[in-house]
């Protein structure tokens, strides 16, 4: 059989090494040992690592790339980061939030990610970020998953419009419901919009992403609202809480009742490192909180939590490349997970995790899948973590759409010269 591309040579993350992916009609055909074939094009793996394509499981694609627009975050904090985009909202056209969402998408491909759920504010009532995001997730299909969350930023209930606003951007083609509870007026407030929120994805089909509980109140229960109204609507596995951060200040008996709630809601989870660790914990003195939710408790319970990268060079966060294995570093770090199993757990969180967390169709590195991959300049998925490992080929459905030379230094010492790279 003659297939379109034909990946010899790879280490899957499971381990099975001396392995080959075939790839026709935009499916992987086979994963085996020394396929006898050939194709249109052959890739020598080398032994590298082969993964299935990142996924971003948490993004703000409406403020990506903006960063000093109009002025930069003196303080680094979320409070001068909102008011900044406050500032920006007015002056927003589609042509200059579309512009920097394609450059963005084209970071993101070439750090090998191919799917991503982007949260899009609906409290401006032009909708212009809407109209510019639903653009570019057509235009961007060929080469990256993107999904929409109608996102209630200024409230649902503390902004008067967001009502109206979430149901045309719901009509317009959004993907997913998005809130932000513990933004509204009171906790009762917060409760009431988790509900009313929960009832629109339900009435429509559509699955939840919510902001919630992304500060460092222990008294925070939004999380708990979240889970009760996912169980209550039968909405098991559709609905997504987003940042948690208060769990990690919440006290543990607490959470010891908190956590078989989201587990009986099958809720997704998803942690920000990269964003939780420089915006939470800003009113605390020493000993300073570390504002992630607890990953590798809810990981041993039994929940499927993935990571985002959540802002790249924006009103919140000036640094980043969109390279989700810089969140699972950062995300390991921060939770004290380097164990080897942990480690491998947190590689998952920004794979097939958020692939979960998405709800994606055909993701994976089995017969059948899409051909999407990405080979990285490394041995196995630690590896490609310490190293936040070079993508040396990333492939959609069957076809390479971004390559990365292999990096090598060369190295003049006493005179001679040899090369150096950093996998072991
Ligand atoms: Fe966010």
Known sequence: MLFDLLVRNVTLPDGRANMDIAIAGGRIQA????????????????GFLAAPPFVDSHFHMDSTLSLGMPRLNLSGTLLEGIALWGELKPHLTVEAIKSRALDFCRLAIARGTL??????????????????????????????????VAFPQDGYFRYARSAENLARALDKGVDVVGGIPHFERTMADGAAS???????????????????????????????????????????GRVTGSHLTSMHSMDDYYVSKLIPLMREAALNVVANPLINITLQGRHDGYPKRRGMTRVKELMAAGLNVACGHDCVMDPWYPLGSHDMLDVAHMGLHVGQMTG?????????????????????????????????????????????????APRLFVVRRGRVIAATPKVETCLHLDGGMSRLDFTR
């Open 31 to 46: 994963v085996e040992p020394a396929i006898a074939a050939e194709a249109g094009r052959v890739i020598d793996g080398e």
């Open 340 to 388: 080897v199993d942990e480690m491998r757990a947190m590689f998952a969180s920004v794979t097939g995790n958020g692939a979960r967390t998405l709800g994606l169709d055909g993701y994976g590195l089995v017969p059948g899948a899409f051909g999407d991959l990405v080979l990285l300049q490394a041995r196995d998925p630690i590896e490609a973590l310490r190293l936040r």
């Open 194 to 236: 988790v509900r009313a929120l929960c009832e629109i994805a339900a009435d429509r089909g559509l699955m939840v992403d919510m902001h919630c509980d992304e500060s460092d109140d222990p008294l925070s229960r939004h999380v708990e609202s979240l889970a009760a109204e996912t169980t209550r609507l039968g909405l098991q």
């Open 115 to 148: 799917a991503i759920r982007s949260h899009v504010d609906i409290c401006d009532d032009r909708l212009l970020a809407v109209d510019a995001l639903l653009e570019v997730r057509d235009e961007m299909k060929p080469w990256l998953d993107l999904q929409l």
